[in-house]
DNA sequence: TTGTATGCGTTATCAC
DNA sequence: GTGATAACGCATACAA
């Protein structure tokens, strides 16, 4: 067995063709006698040849890569988006390489940008939008295409699929209200997304007319815990609140917990909304009333955009607002 | 601002010196005069220079990167794993790259681990045994060192860090039987790990002398919901099962709720106990007792292994057990 | 249908 | 301390 990986070279003598042949076996099947075309082959399954995409991809100034950011990779949060982008890049023969950065650590994300930046990918998908100025102009000037996920901003780095954390605050303030809540809550991360929801959450419900509408910030990540402590911070403060949006699904089944500890009845005496509309949700008792994400859309289009971009072909929408909607269960 | 990316070549020219020069301003400043560095890196930044890890790859025979496979990315089953594989690689200058397959989808699992050999990884870290002969053979082929993790076989590929699935269930049917109960049950996955442990609390729990000892098989993914059904099958086939172990605390946290619902007390009527110590099994009402694993700890090992090897650094001891303890808190 | 020559961007080697 | 040269493995252009 020998120590070094086999080549097309060793291919190629092995099969008593040039490398070129080889390569055009691999390649282009159809432009090989059928002859030659199984002599070959037998020579690449013989030495266990795999093609170094690092060579190919150095020829073809292309990876046939994309590389994805998480800010983590805990709780299904993401798991839609990263499985259906993984799936719909792999149809096209693009593969998915995932690198994961803290929440808000600026520092690192200017970092690990350049590390993938690196690898020439031929697009990177962030779920997120980029905080840091270095990282942004590191992005710019590598002319990779760039798709930030998750998040609606006003300033893409180049193309942009999520949805309005603004939007979902406002409905939620919209929809507790219209249910008869006049004092609300939110208990909420305290990232630059759920600070955004949280503010708006706050203000739509005071015009709305609230009597309280107050806001528990818990540090991530948003744990089952954090719910806990969050209500029962709040409920202490004023127990009078009736209806509370906490900004993830394991904050709300925490919140739930928390209430059902303390005697209260939900939704009797307490609203839940989560948000997420994670597996767990519809399985409380009470069902999870919550806000669902489309991620495996996010992630189709955020595919589509960039293999799009990397071939070269037209983008016509390279901002895309995909919405949400408000799942109404029986926490509400 | 140019079409394609800067090179050595171009930051050479800019900064009147060789590639070969700049190259050494990178990777040994000391070995530079300091006018010449500063000069070459005002070019590089000017240029926004960012070196291309393929060629630099394909020149050194080394990608200075680790690919990892993880069954799902769903859930913190494995995060604390992942997170300290990357920490550990960053560490000594590798990235981490993660790829992503389906719990026992044999066919996809040969695809992608072909996938990743092709970027010739300096190490690649399985979450999991590897199950497809070819998947295996084309492993030992490509010579790259592997390190299994999370399960101990009897025939790794090559290094292995994880624990016994056995141990974990022989342990948890001890522990159940010292508390007294002689009807006990198990709600569990039905991948090879899960059953595993499955099969040793049964037989250990009869050894033991149980009156009862029922085992429900639950699909992929372990949901809150799965555990609930569970749960609920379990206690309408036999309600004198006064403890439960479930596979997972997703799982576990399912037959919590479930049993609440149904108006049982846990733990006075129904102990239960879950697996993985996740951040939620400390604030469920009441705490879970589970099965903690240190996944950290699998983590720095399996990279440390798989530097050593990939550095041709002698490995003292490619199979590493790091066990578990059970936690125990007030569901039991 | 198949082969030869060349270059992708980087770095090891050896010479200056 | 610095530069010229060659080579890593593959695929394109062109020739046979």
């Not at 069902?287 to 991620?295: E, I, N, P, S, W």
Request: hydrophobic letters at 45%; glycine letters at 8%.
């Amino acid at each position: 067995m020998s120590k070094k990986p086999a080549t097309v070279q060793d291919v190629a003598q092995l099969a008593g063709v040039s490398a070129m042949t080889v390569s055009r076996v691999l390649n282009a099947p159809g432009k090989v006698a059928p002859e030659t075309l199984e002599r070959v082959r037998h020579a690449v399954d013989a030495l266990g040849y795999v093609p170094n995409a690092m060579a190919s991809g150095l020829r073809m100034a292309r990876a046939r890569m994309v590389a994805a950011l998480l800010p983590t990779l805990v709780g299904p949060v993401f798991q839609e988006l990263v499985e259906s982008l993984a799936e719909s890049l792999k149809r096209s023969g693009y593969q998915l390489m995932i690198g994961q950065a803290g929440y808000d650590a600026t520092r690192e994300e200017e970092e690990l940008i350049r590390a993938l930046i690196q690898r020439r990918p031929d697009g990177i998908v962030l779920v997120g939008k980029v905080s840091s100025a270095g990282a942004r102009s590191a992005l710019l000037a590598s002319r990779i295409p760039v798709v930030e996920t998750w998040d609606f901003t006003d300033d893409p780095v180049d193309m942009l699929v999520g949805f309005s954390h603004v939007a979902i605050g406002e409905s939620v303030a919209d929809f507790l209200h219209a249910r008869g809540h006049r004092h609300v809550a939110i208990i909420t991360g305290d990232d630059a997304r759920a600070r955004a929801r949280a503010e708006a959450f706050i203000r739509r419900s005071n015009a709305l007319g609230a009597l309280s509408a107050r806001c528990f910030y818990t540090r991530a990540p948003s744990t089952l815990g954090a719910g806990r402590k969050g209500l029962a911070a709040l409920l202490q403060d004023a127990a009078d609140i009736s209806g509370v949006f906490c900004s993830s699904d394991s904050l709300a089944l925490g919140a739930l917990i928390e209430a059902q500890h303390q005697g209260l009845q939900v939704p009797k005496q307490l609203a839940i909304v989560g948000m997420g509309d994670q597996s767990f949700a519809q399985d409380a008792q009470p069902a999870l009333t919550t806000v669902r994400l489309d991620g495996t859309r996010i992630g189709e289009i955020a595919a589509e955009l960039t293999m799009a971009r990397a071939e070269g072909r037209p983008v016509d929408s390279p901002i895309v607002d995909v919405g949400f909607h408000l799942v109404v269960r029986d926490s509400t």
